[in-house]
């Protein structure tokens, strides 16, 4: 049996066991953003299908984006679309793309749920202006370096087990 990659919380629930994780009320629609090169990093060995396996058990994805900088491999991008995510290539500094990503999602009328892949504090902001807008919201990350300000504001927190250098397959 394949052992379970990351914890989901809801805030102010004590953490379960990954074998008897929280029921889901409805599947509801999920806008998810991953900030590429602050959580796909080799040295965490996260992969995409654990962040999607993570967020399936709250609801059900309906747009999925990846960004990334001019640096991303191409073994990389190529994941993210075999994945059925789509990568956004930037060049330079990705937060700026993040935002207004994160932005279009709040205000789309067709998702519930705002899930944001990331460890950056600088993001607090939108998941402040998501739950303004009634949406819930979803920061997931790992450590070192995860924000205890974006957990603390974030309605679930999902946080990913890094593999401690531990790197599987030729990227």
Do not use: H
Not at 19 to 30: D, H, Y
Not at 53 to 69: F, H, S
Not at 81 to 87: H, R, S
Not at 139 to 146: A, K, M, S, T, W
Request: hydrophobic residues 40%.
């Amino acid at each position: 049996m394949k052992e379970a990659l990351f914890k989901v919380l809801k805030r102010g629930e004590k953490e379960v066991p990954p074998e008897k994780p929280p029921k889901p009320k409805s599947k509801r629609s999920i806008g998810l953003i991953i900030d590429g090169p602050n959580i796909l990093r080799k040295e965490f060995g996260i992969k995409l299908e654990d962040i999607v396996e993570a967020l399936d058990r709250i609801g059900k994805i309906r747009v999925a984006k990846v960004v990334l900088n001019q640096y991303a491999p191409q073994g990389l991008i190529e994941a993210v679309v075999n994945q059925g995510l789509e990568p956004i290539i930037v060049a330079g500094d990705t937060d700026v793309r993040i935002a207004i990503e994160a932005m279009e999602l709040i205000y789309n009328s067709d998702v519930e749920v705002i899930a944001l892949a990331t460890r950056d504090a600088d993001f607090l902001p939108i998941i402040n202006e998501a739950k303004r807008k009634g949406k819930e919201t979803i920061v997931i990350g790992v450590e070192p370096g995860f924000s205890v300000a974006l957990q603390n504001a974030a309605d679930y927190v999902i946080k990913m087990e890094s593999k401690g250098g531990e790197l599987s397959g030729g990227k």
